[in-house]
């Protein structure tokens, strides 16, 4: 059984930078991929990057350049650096594992 646990959302400026974090409970966190998704409002779920075991990424278009993740495998921890925030950024952001997902974490981006 693996549990993730997300933190790190809130509101913030169009411009502006969080860090989203993902704490994982499990034996094997070290040897897999690690992704984070996202929800905006009324919108379907949607992939925005991964991270392999290698420490290897990919994100998605839309916040290439702005989004970066990462890994701490000794803290079993994944995060994911926003910057350059827009305000379609807006969503619930979850952290996945294989078939495990946190319960995400709102961020916001308004002024």
């Known amino acids: 059984q693996v549990q993730l646990v997300e933190s790190g959302g809130g509101l913030v400026q169009p411009g502006g930078s969080l860090r989203l974090s993902c704490a994982a409970s499990?034996?094997?966190?070290?040897?897999?991929?690690m992704s984070w998704y996202r929800q905006p409002p009324g919108k379907e779920r949607e992939w925005v990057a991964d991270i392999t075991s290698g420490e290897v990424t990919h994100s998605a278009e839309s916040v290439k350049g702005r989004f970066t993740i990462s890994r701490d495998n000794a803290k079993h921890t994944v995060y994911l650096q926003m910057n350059s925030l827009k305000p379609e950024d807006t969503a619930v952001y979850y952290c996945?594992?294989?078939?495990?997902w946190g319960k995400g974490t709102l961020v916001t981006v308004s002024s």
């Open positions: 996945n594992y294989g078939v495990y």
């Open positions: 499990g034996s094997f966190f070290s040897f897999n991929s």
